[in-house]
């Protein structure tokens, strides 16, 4: 049973920071690409940033580049996403997940090549 916990969603002002975690059970966490994505209701879900099994490589979309990043502790078994700069564009429900593979295009990097979810939890970027 595969289960992915991600937390640390909060309500911050425009160009503030959050750090969301995110940890995995019933796999070997340091064998598998990680991933972070994000929705707007009644928008399609989105890759955010993923990172490979080892936490060398990198995939962060456009949109998030040079404000957000990922990082990973395999001894730790957890997943970060550290949010600086925050835009309310980036309000969403940002869900930690485990792709099927990694490359350095992002292609693995959606919602389709996903196979594991978290419960998902809310970033809200307000005045």
């Known amino acids: 049973q595969v289960q992915v916990a991600e937390s640390g969603g909060d309500l911050v002002q425009p160009g503030g920071s959050l750090r969301l975690s995110c940890t995995v059970s019933?796999?070997?966490?340091?064998?598998?690409?990680m991933g972070w994505f994000r929705q707007v209701p009644g928008k399609e879900r989105e890759g955010v940033s993923c990172?490979?099994?080892?936490?060398?490589?990198?995939y962060y979309a456009d949109s998030v580049k040079g404000r957000f990043t990922i990082s990973r502790d395999n001894a730790k078994k957890t997943l970060y996403l550290q949010m600086n700069s925050l835009k309310p564009e980036d309000t969403a429900m940002y869900y930690c997940?485990?792709?099927?593979?990694?490359?350095?295009?992002?292609?693995?990097?959606?919602?389709?090549?996903?196979?594991?979810w978290g419960q998902g939890t809310q970033v809200t970027v307000s005045s």
């Open positions: 997940a485990v792709p099927r593979s990694y490359d350095n295009t992002g292609y693995y990097c959606s919602p389709s090549e996903v196979n594991y």
């Open positions: 019933g796999l070997t966490f340091g064998a598998f690409t």
């Open positions: 990172i490979n099994y080892t936490g060398i490589n990198t």
